[in-house]
């Protein structure tokens, strides 16, 4: 038991510092109301209190002393608040140190989209408190798609899923909202899509009910909209044709040669801008680079900002090609795309793959038109990054990015 109890004052709590303040606060605001009901207002106390020169005025001695009162008042009240935040988590210290270590962890800011985005922020969240995930809206397909038709919303779906990538894995309310209906009605819709079209609907803003999800969840981060403006997705295929939408981009038989949005310059989400600023590392992917990289690149104010920021870009690249989208791309050829889309000149890092695939797991996946993506480590040097690589991938039914492994090289990279 005692044991226990000195948990709460091992290094690295911030325990110390708030009993230390409470003990002082008292200590000045007992004093003070010593002296106001004049028990203790003996020319060597006034002395040791700073009341010296209020010696023979007895209004100067009262005000010091009222003075002295509200701030020990206002001292120990502030400590005992930030106390009672300790006593919060049913782990005892021992979350509470954690929560510590996560508080002081680097300022990270992903940019994407998919479900690349979702799974390394569930491998980022427990390295570090301070992140903050910008997502694309420009999805129209699947249940938010339905939605944004049907209600003329933002879609959710990704937002969603960055939500639960941060959320306590264990949450009854994670899972829930990751349930999608199997029929009826409600086919194809998930709760959680529903619960923020219900939220945009009561709140009359569709930034507010990500943020009411964000607290419902109890995520340990920030999920924000890339933009509030009504984006569409547009590209011109390698055969010169021009389609809309992200899934009739997925869907189309020629991959795409340049994207752009309508409207062509949506205004950024200002908190967003403001975590760019402010981040040690921005992460761009992985994800689909058309669909869920790029139009984070096509936002002016968000390029700006990436450009004036203190800290490093980055690039994961993804260690599969994407059918329809980057058939037969290297790393050069991915980051060479983010280049054609504002991304010159602003990516310092790009992290690679070098776990090797089964052959199993290759010709799975050659079946299905995708590949290993090749390092073509002179063409990235060529494009001005630093080639960082690391065992990064995991296989099981498939072969993709390990949330841990990979949020352990990007903290690395941030701590630099």
Known sequence: MRVARLQWLYPGLGVKRWVALVVIGALVAVYALLVLLGAAASDQLRS??????????????????????????????????RLFRFSQPAGGADEIRSLARL?????????????????LLSGLKHHTANLTAVVTVADDGGSSGRLRRELGMLPPGDIRNCLVGLADDESLMSRLFQYRFNDGGLEGHSFGNLFVAALTGVTGDFERAVQESTRILKVGGRVLPATLENVVLHAELQGGERVAGES???ASDHLPRRVWLEPDKPRAVPQALVAVAEADLVVLGPGSVYTSIVPNLLIPEMREALRHMRGRVVYVCNVMTQPGETDGFSAADHLSALYRHGAAGLVDDVVVNDTPASPGIVAAYRAQGAQPVVTDVAALAALGVHVVHADIAAEGDVFRHDPERLATVLVRLARR
């Open 48 to 81: 040791e209190f700073g009341l010296r020169w209020a010696g023979g005025h007895p209004l100067r001695s009262a005000a010091l002393a009222a003075f002295f009162l509200v701030g020990g008042s206002l001292a120990m009240g502030y400590g005992l608040l």
């Open 248 to 250: 009739t981009i997925t």
């Open 103 to 119: 508080a002081r962890g680097p300022r990270i800011v992903v940019l994407g989209g998919g479900s690349g985005l979702s799974a």
